[in-house]
């Protein structure tokens, strides 16, 4: 079980891939360490399933709590559902790795990385990407590989090649390329507002790393005396797409061509030829080829028909620059957009529509409690901004199950939540827990930047302070040989039948979020650049519209927000105001009527909905945590007496007791002679004990009004023996 190790040494970080010892069942395995992180990678494949029309690629990557030394919290004690930050990776596995497997192939796959051990100085990510290459190139599948990925950070001037986590916290960027020998296959980023000239050069400088990991899969791959198994396409019967691009193309044409019609109108036209042609075959001879092979394969006609409309769109905007919808290759769809759509119950609303993309998003305020605790391998325990996008079936005009989140709405959601975070307000100033839900309500193309745009706009009419308001766009790539055409604000027809999807989304100084996603097997960085910089006066031309709905942030927030006040107390006195049992900070909130936040480093954040209340809680938690002086003089009232004297709440929430013998320069023989509940004294600190308790006196302490009550008559008092 020794196994063979290669070590890949770039930037003072060392990345170890040992093949041969671990899964010996799996078609291919590699364990991929740097650091104490490990992340063991294998790809299995199977025979495909009859029926199946497209690839059944299954990419998961499984989180173990004990790779960080943890026990799981569940009430089961052990990993269940993946936590949303797996589902992540999982997906960002799935991504390159997908457009790198032949078109043809039905065979299932499935890559499972998982994490055994976390060192928080090395995120497992990006190595579990690499090594889903490197398992695959093992197992010997058809894999136009090999593919690999690294992460770019930016601190200060400089970049930094697979950062630790507290150096992406620190750092400015948050860059994931992923690339072939062809190029770059896979971007995903967050950004500070960083300029197009610095996100370019990030991926130029992530994609330099990228290609020494393919170098070192290729060396591994030689040592162990295997040949890379290239995809070879099987040959294809040509009589069905002969046929009907001799009996189609020229109406399919015609109907691309009709710039001012609707997607619903343009639909149905190409669904009328389909049926049109489909009658026509049926209408052959039996022992016709074209009918033969439609009739062995019920699916035949459908995915043919699709080939050959991809083919001629393509055409169209190669040859003649213009789309489907008689748009300029660099043209955004018509935009409107509206804010407080709905009741003020819900905090802020905006909706934002782009061609025929609606989305309208939610924004609500909440207290730190809000805050999502995450139980996954990260070294941040909580999130205090989320984003939810949901995608029901009649945004498209289908009908389905309505089911729990899948991947696809836990990656947008992630996507548009990433874009935001950098232009909200810092957590000392704006204490709120803040939840964006993004409802699709209809779909034509790139609904996580609508769910961006209506997220600022939802955000800005619940009254949240953004630095900078956030849109964004989603670009593609028609490319045929060296023929490329970068479209701006693609729909989807565009989407379907293109060869990238890029969303980039960001505000006027800069870029915030990139997720590009390929169809082919890389581009070139040159050409990434083009298509960023192109995304550019998309973005800006957006959110000028967006402008119109809403210019800066509402100055009041919705009378049915939660009102806050944050303020900072000695991380030492936490305790003085929990009290035993919580019994303290729950008297305040029952007294109040308020809810109390306290974190470990001392901020305190009340919440109500009643700003006096909220005052008065704070005043009560600032008496209690004031330090009281010896000499100092205080005016309270008489809370409560006892037989050897009478406390006094010279502060909110903090007593002091008044001994008998401190009553008066005179004796006093019974408390109530001298003082009753509901008094009002003024009181000077005669000392504070080795128990922290303070001892209050009278005497020698003049009373403020009129109505003080009288010295007692002394009582003799007999001489000593």
Not at 156 to 172: A, K, T, W
Not at 218 to 230: F, G, N, P, R, Y
């Amino acid at each position: 079980m020794q196994g063979k190790t290669q070590s890949i040494s770039f930037d003072g970080r060392e990345i170890r891939l040992t093949t041969g010892r671990y899964a010996p069942q799996a078609g291919g395995s590699v364990m991929m360490e740097c650091g104490d992180t490990a992340v063991l990678v294998t790809a299995t494949r199977s025979t495909g399933r009859e029926g199946i029309d497209f690839l059944p690629l299954i990419c998961d990557y499984e989180e173990r709590l004990y790779a960080a030394g943890r026990i799981p919290g569940s009430f089961m004690r052990r990993e269940t559902r993946p936590p949303e930050r797996a589902t992540l990776i999982a997906r960002l596995i799935d991504r390159p790795m997908r457009p790198l497997f032949p078109s043809w192939m039905r065979d299932d796959i499935q890559i499972v990385a998982t994490c055994l051990s976390l060192d928080e100085r090395v995120p497992a990510d990006v190595l579990a990407v690499t090594g889903a290459s490197m398992a695959t190139l093992l197992a010997e599948i058809p894999f136009l590989g090999p593919m690999a990925a690294v992460r770019v950070g930016l601190l200060g001037d400089d970049f930094v090649l697979n950062p630790s986590y507290r150096e992406i916290e620190r750092g400015d960027l948050d860059l994931v390329v992923a690339g072939t020998p062809d190029g770059v296959v896979m971007v995903e980023a967050g950004a500070n507002q960083l300029s197009e000239q610095d996100v370019i050069e990030a991926i130029d400088f992530g994609y330099e790393a990228v290609c020494e990991l393919i170098t070192a899969q290729q060396s591994i791959l030689k040592d162990a005396e295997l040949e890379q198994v290239k995809p070879e396409d099987p040959a294809e019967d040509k009589t069905l797409p002969t046929y009907l691009e001799k009996n189609c193309s020229k109406p399919i044409g015609e109907v691309l061509k009709q710039f001012d019609q609707s997607k619903a109108d343009r639909d149905s036209k190409l669904e009328s030829i389909k049926a049109e042609v489909n009658k026509s075959i049926e209408g052959l001879k039996e022992d016709n080829a074209v009918r033969k092979a439609v009739a062995s394969n019920n699916k035949l006609l459908g995915t043919s028909f699709k080939a050959l409309t991809k083919k001629l769109m393509r055409d169209q905007i190669l040859k003649d620059g213009k789309r489907v919808d008689g748009r300029k290759l660099d043209e955004v769809r018509t935009i409107n957009s509206a804010v407080g759509v709905l009741p003020k119950r819900v905090h802020g609303s905006g909706l934002f529509q782009r061609g025929l993309t609606q989305v309208l998003s939610t924004a609500t305020l909440g207290t730190p409690s809000d805050a999502q605790e995450m139980d996954d391998l990260n070294p941040n325990t909580e999130k205090t901004y989320l984003h939810h996008y949901n995608f029901p079936p009649f945004s498209v005009g289908e009908t389905r199950p309505m089911r729990s989140p899948g991947r696809r709405e836990i990656g947008h959601g992630a996507l548009a939540e990433r874009a935001i975070s950098p232009v909200l307000p810092a957590k000392d100033t704006f204490p709120y827990v803040l939840r964006v839900v993004s409802e699709v309500l209809s779909s034509n193309g790139s609904t996580s930047m609508g769910s961006v745009c209506g997220s600022t706009l939802a955000l800005m009419d619940a009254g949240v302070p953004l630095k900078a308001p956030v849109g964004g766009a989603a670009m593609g790539l028609i490319k045929e040989g060296d023929e490329v055409r970068i479209l701006t604000d693609i729909q989807g027809i565009e989407d379907f039948l293109g060869d990238m999807d890029f969303k980039v989304a960001g505000t006027e100084k800069g870029i915030t979020a990139l997720q590009m996603d390929m169809k082919i097997t890389g581009l070139s960085v040159p050409t990434v650049a083009e298509a960023v910089n192109q995304a550019k006066p998309a973005r800006i031309h957006i959110l000028e519209k967006m402008r119109e709905a809403i210019d800066v942030p509402r100055e009041s927030l919705s009378p049915h927000a939660p009102r806050l006040l944050s303020f900072r107390i000695d991380p030492e006195l936490i305790g003085t105001v929990i009290g035993p049992g919580g019994r303290t900070i729950k008297g305040i909130t029952e007294r109040t009527n308020t809810k109390i936040d306290i974190e470990d480093g001392g901020i305190v954040t009340i919440a109500s909905h009643d700003g006096a209340a909220a005052e008065e809680a704070q005043r009560i938690i600032e008496g209690l945590t004031r330090k009281v002086n010896e000499g100092e003089v205080f005016t309270g009232s008489i809370t409560r007496i006892i037989p050897i004297g009478a406390f006094v709440e010279i502060l909110p929430g903090k007593e002091g007791m008044i001994h008998i013998s401190q009553l008066s320069e005179a004796r006093v023989e019974k408390v109530e002679d001298v003082v009753k509940v509901g008094d009002v004294v003024t009181v000077r600190v005669r000392e504070i004990d080795n128990r922290g308790r303070i001892n209050l006196t009278l005497r020698g302490v003049p009373q403020m009004g009129e109505d003080s009550r009288p010295e007692p008559t002394p009582t003799p008092v007999a001489p000593l023996p």
